[in-house]
């Protein structure tokens, strides 16, 4: 598990999912968590509020993680990270599914700028009976994830999305450098609704980690700033815990 000299530091490593579908609820949400230093921007935000959304974080002087999953043809998902890349957002996603071809152009359409392009190895929604009965592959799910990890390591991507579930094998195998940025993550005693690979926010940093991505168990709380508080001390009290 990281070394967090304080709930700050653990702060800084869990990305709130800004899941929200209007850029005043979003505001609104910025408002009421003011300690949260990283948010991820996803699909139905970015669709409903386009780049406003991005100009409201970088005011606030916020880190951002667009998750928007990029899935195309070579050509169009750098020709889209061309697009994305005067934003200076911090990561942006891309299927690793795309391939290689595709990962390395739009790594290439990245380059010299501030922007890490993370590589989306597995839906956490997706189990292995999934994986198995209706996108028909036989590998088991961490086979599938270190192969799809290991093209976005050769195509030079900053890291992938993983469940944490499977972070320990990436981390040993290309180091902490190559980051592992794990979603899916659910407190004890919150509901895993469409998360079948899942961990807590502790056994996900304990499991290799390098950021958590957390969003209803924060945002759906009755007090979401004592929630994100109380993921943090949490996550510090496990590692004194585990040095004393």
Known sequence: MPVFESPTAVAAKIIVALDVPTLSEAIATLKALPQVQFWKVGLELFCATGPAILEV?????????????????PNTVAA??????????????????????????AQAALAHTPTQLLGVTL?????AVTLRTQLQCDLEVPTYVKRMASLAYEAGL??????????????????ESFLRVCPGIRPTGTATADQARSLTPEAAF??????????RPILTAPDPAQAFADICQRCLTEKRDANP
Do not use: M, N
Request: net charge negative; hydrophobic share 50%; with cysteine.
């Open 57 to 73: 974080l970088k005011a606030e002087e916020k880190r951002i993680f667009l998750d928007l999953k990029l899935h195309d043809i």
């Open 206 to 215: 304990a499991a290799g980690a390098s950021y958590l991505v957390i969003g």
């Open 80 to 105: 889209a990270a061309r697009a994305i890349a005067p934003f200076g957002v911090d990561f942006l996603t891309i299927h690793t599914a795309t391939g290689l071809a595709g990962l390395q152009a």
């Open 123 to 127: 839906l956490t929604s997706i189990d």
């Open 158 to 175: 900053g890291g992938i999305v993983c469940s944490a579930q499977e972070a320990a094998q990436i981390k040993t195998l290309w180091g």
